[in-house]
């Protein structure tokens, strides 16, 4: 994983030497120290010494994440996880630093995550640990960009290839933001800044400008030009072509027949995917240009397929999952490009209705300006993204993004699974922390019905029925690369099952695993 990183980072300071950004001296002792750190950690810190604008205005001094000489891992909360439907997703909610988060994360996830959305704290003009996000007393702009360039790096890698990411922000930090943006993501990955209906009513004391937008940047990785999003509801639609409850088998698409919403390349053979690519498939123009195999628990039967598509019938893969729908011939979708105003005529609400559909889940007022779901449920769905998309958010806050993924499933049948980070942060209105107050306890409530401790009394179940599914809970634990006591080496406390790795069968094995993805756990290469 750190000479991906550390690769990544060397082309960085290339494309700013050629966009003369940089001054190729410059860059080259950059590029030597890069390649002498001896984690990724320290890689990043050395690369974000390169990121200043001088000719665009854009500057911010870079403040370094606090290194540290132990390991961080994932370690499950058994008592807030729960399992309710083994036919439903498994979603994720980390608690604990995003940064540490999104290192963890990539040991699984690099390169799979489809939608990230965050909303990062900003605000009030007070100091402290940069790192430390924070929502009671937000951070300084120095502070805000430093906070989040190491954090977009690492999130740039989790992204998929045709992975899209969002992020809401003020009308005061925006400018500058997007210039970070431009520089992680590059400026001709900039989709287009959204402007979001925050409220319908406005501060009427103000004597300049009653402030009724916030603004939502939004950048894909690498989005063919043929990608398309979608606005809303469309007519006809798609329908999956995958049944869980069928036998594996064999089918041969045609040449042609298949639309990709993913970029063009030659995408190689799968085993591990729920289908498995048996060759290798070309796509050009969206289409693929040969005809190829593949295996999955299909509905239909070699001699179905072939008579659909001679009725017109076309498949559509929307990810690199490739997990394939069909549209027939006359149900055509009435594609509409979205606008860039979000407000309640798509059927989105205001920082309003997203405090009251909080205070109905948990029965009073603990956290403030919570984004509303259907606000992030108009985004994800307006990717385009199959019902099996990865959905991202670390900086959850009040856990709305996975609120919004769950209902998002209710709707279409879909098994999206949302991943969640937010750093237990404690508050005069959650004293035993945002994450335990507010995060845990609205996804606990919506997705069972219950609240931890069994009670059932909250408004929200009025009018809703709990969404179901489960929910691992994990934490971030540290063990020192040199602890040698018995069961407590990093060998033995890390569990590969939390990264979706099967028990190793040897030693040496899980030895040269945790070695090769965790920071710190160098010394027994």
């Not at 870079?62 to 807030?80: A, G, H, T, V, W």
């Not at 988060?101 to 003009?125: A, F, H, M, S, W």
């Not at 290798?280 to 005809?291: D, Q, Y």
């Not at 956290?367 to 990717?383: C, G, Q, R, V």
């Amino acid at each position: 994983m750190e000479t991906e990183i550390k690769d990544g980072l060397i082309k960085e300071l290339d494309r700013r030497v050629a966009d003369k950004i940089l001054e190729p001296t410059n860059a080259e002792l950059l590029k030597k120290l890069i390649g002498n750190a001896d984690n990724d950690n320290e890689a990043m810190m050395i690369a974000e010494l390169g990121t200043t604008y001088k000719k665009t205005g854009f500057h911010f001094d870079p403040r370094l994440e606090k290194m540290s000489s132990d390991i961080r891992y994932f370690k499950k909360n058994q008592k807030l996880s729960f399992h309710t439907d083994d036919n439903k997703p498994t979603h994720k909610l980390i608690i604990g630093d995003n940064y540490e988060t999104l290192q963890n994360l990539l040991v699984q996830y690099r390169g799979e995550v489809d939608v990230i959305y965050i909303d990062p704290p900003y605000g009030k003009d007070n100091m402290g640990d940069f790192a430390k996000t924070n929502y009671q007393n937000a951070i300084t702009r120095d502070n805000l960009l430093s906070m989040l360039y190491p954090r977009l790096q690492l999130a740039k890698q989790l992204l998929a290839p045709s992975g899209v990411i969002f992020c809401s922000i003020d009308d005061r930090n925006q400018a500058y933001v997007k210039c970070l943006f431009d520089e992680v993501f590059e400026e001709k990955s900039f989709v287009g800044t959204y402007l979001w209906k925050k409220t319908d009513t406005p501060p009427a004391l103000s004597t300049k400008i009653r402030k009724k937008y916030e603004y939502v940047l939004c950048y894909g990785k690498q989005l063919d030009k043929s990608y398309k999003f979608t606005q809303g509801n469309t007519d006809g639609g798609d329908i999956p072509l995958l049944n869980s409850g069928n036998q594996v088998k064999e089918v041969c698409f045609p040449k042609g027949c298949v639309h990709f919403n993913i970029p063009d390349g030659t995408y190689q053979p799968s085993k591990d995917k729920k289908v498995q690519l048996c060759e290798s498939v070309v796509v050009k123009n969206g289409l693929n240009k040969n005809a190829f195999r593949a295996k999955g628990r299909w509905k239909w039967k070699q001699d179905t397929l072939n008579e659909e598509v001679e009725n017109g019938t076309f498949f559509l893969v929307k990810s690199e999952k490739f997990s394939f729908r069909f549209q027939r011939n006359g149900d055509e979708k009435t594609i509409k490009v979205p606008q860039n105003n979000i407000d309640s005529e798509l059927g989105v609400g205001t920082n309003e209705e997203g405090t009251s559909e909080l205070e109905k889940i948990l029965g009073k007022r603990i956290f403030d300006n919570p984004k509303p779901s259907s606000l992030i449920s108009f985004l994800a769905e307006m990717t385009n993204k199959d019902d099996e998309a990865i959905i991202l958010d670390f900086f959850a806050g009040s856990g709305t993004t996975g609120h919004a993924v769950l209902d998002l499933n209710e709707k279409d049948g879909g098994n999206r699974q949302f991943i969640l980070c937010q750093i237990n942060e404690k508050t005069d209105e959650n004293p035993n922390g945002i994450a335990l107050d507010v995060t845990t306890k609205r996804l606990k409530r919506i997705m069972t019905g219950k609240c931890y401790d069994g009670t059932k009394d909250f408004p929200w179940l009025k009018d809703n029925k709990p969404y179901g599914g489960n929910l691992d809970v994990y934490e971030i634990a540290k063990v020192l690369d040199s602890e040698t006591s018995k069961g407590k080496t990093p060998f033995e406390v890390i569990d590969e099952a939390l990264y979706g790795k099967e028990k190793f069968k040897s030693l040496k094995e899980k030895i040269q695993w945790v070695c090769e993805n965790f920071s710190n756990a160098r010394k027994h290469l």
